[in-house]
């Protein structure tokens, strides 16, 4: 395979930012774009000048001119799409988490060797910069044996009406810091403990705290908000103008050294009549050869992979496998208010 035929699944932010991404990756022709929505498919396939629409995604994964498929829609459905596109043979690429359902995401991994497919989770702070800088500092001994890892990740309160009322923020926020966690303690996760709290009064809570236990003996604490102001910092303006604040900070503690990060910071900033805006400069940034940043480099690294037919060892399907397990259990501590032990599988 030198060349992907692509179709897109999901007509939102996300999904008009996957098709500008691919169309800019040589090796890639987006073929068609499937949306429930019929005025929302229509309207994005004149902008990207594709040829192909469909309101059912069924119908995208069962043409057989597409070989990848892009999931980029709401969550509770990725694993059902995943596994009908492996079933029909698709590489596939899907936007996290995995799944929300524990057998799914297992179905998805066990499939995709069945049916010798590539599947990569968006896992997208993995190809951040500052992430991976992190990464490096303890693969190369820099902070020794890790002690504890503190992760948080909070947002606009504007954004939890989108979210509120379709799914627990484990899977929508928390899920890209129980990621890291896997990809920097290399190790399985053991015991949680957590809890939670509703702001907002939507059906999903707006705010939760986890502390995590790891078999290496490693401890982590992993919390998300989606309680920020309006007038908060705007750091989300640049490419995908979500005009609101992501305020996420992790610092990791080893025995010989500490590394620490803060994705909204004032290193860069605007000062205008509308106020104060602090671009955010890692995830999805607009350069002078188009969209640039972790999302270009997460889909090339796809591309690259299916071209290969070479399962990713930056982001194997393993890893969402398994950090879909640990959000499940997140939310079934605070359901029975006690800690939950995960155990191995062999």
């Known amino acids: 395979m030198d060349r992907l035929k692509i179709g897109v699944i999901g007509t939102g932010r996300f999904g008009d930012l996957h098709i500008k991404v691919f169309k800019q990756i040589k090796n890639c022709n987006v073929l068609a774009v499937a949306d429930i929505d019929k005025e929302k ?60 359902s524990y057998e799914e995401a297992k179905e998805i991994e066990r499939l995709s060797y069945l049916h010798d497919v590539i599947v990569m989770v968006g896992n997208i702070s993995r190809f951040s910069t500052p992430y991976y800088s992190i990464k490096r500092s303890i693969n190369n001994n820099e902070l020794g044996d890790i002690a504890t890892i503190i992760a948080k990740r909070n947002f606009s309160k504007s954004w939890f009406e989108n979210f509120g009322k379709r799914v627990h923020p484990v899977y929508e926020s928390g899920i890209h810091d129980i990621d890291l966690l896997i990809w920097y303690i290399n190790s399985p996760c053991i015991e949680v403990y957590a809890v939670d709290k509703n702001e907002s009064g939507y059906k ?33 303006i640049d490419t995908l103008n979500l005009d609101g604040t992501i305020d996420a900070q992790i610092e990791v503690v080893g025995n010989k050294g500490t590394a620490s990060y803060s994705l909204n910071h004032p290193g860069y900033s605007i000062w205008s009549e509308d106020g104060v805006k602090q671009p955010e400069m890692t995830l999805w940034t607009t350069e002078i050869e188009g969209i640039g940043g972790a999302i270009r480099n997460e889909l090339e690294h796809f591309v690259s992979q299916v071209i290969r037919q070479e399962e990713s060892t930056v982001a194997p399907v393993k890893h969402s496998v398994e950090a879909l397990k640990i959000a499940n259990a997140i939310v079934l501590s605070v359901q029975r208010g006690e800690n939950i032990y995960l155990e191995e599988e062999g």
């Open 41 to 100: 498919v229509q309207k994005i396939a004149r902008e990207h000048n594709i040829y192909k629409t469909y309101t059912s995604p069924d119908s995208l994964i069962s043409d057989k001119e597409i070989d990848t498929v892009s999931i980029v829609s709401d969550e509770d459905t990725h694993g059902e799409l995943a596994i009908k596109a492996i079933k029909n043979n698709k590489n596939v690429f899907i936007e996290k988490p995995i799944a929300t």
């Open 204 to 236: 999903y809570p707006d705010s939760f705290l986890s502390i995590l236990k790891f078999k290496n003996g490693t401890i982590a604490t992993i919390s998300s908000a989606w309680l920020y102001p309006e007038k908060g910092p705007r750091n989300l």
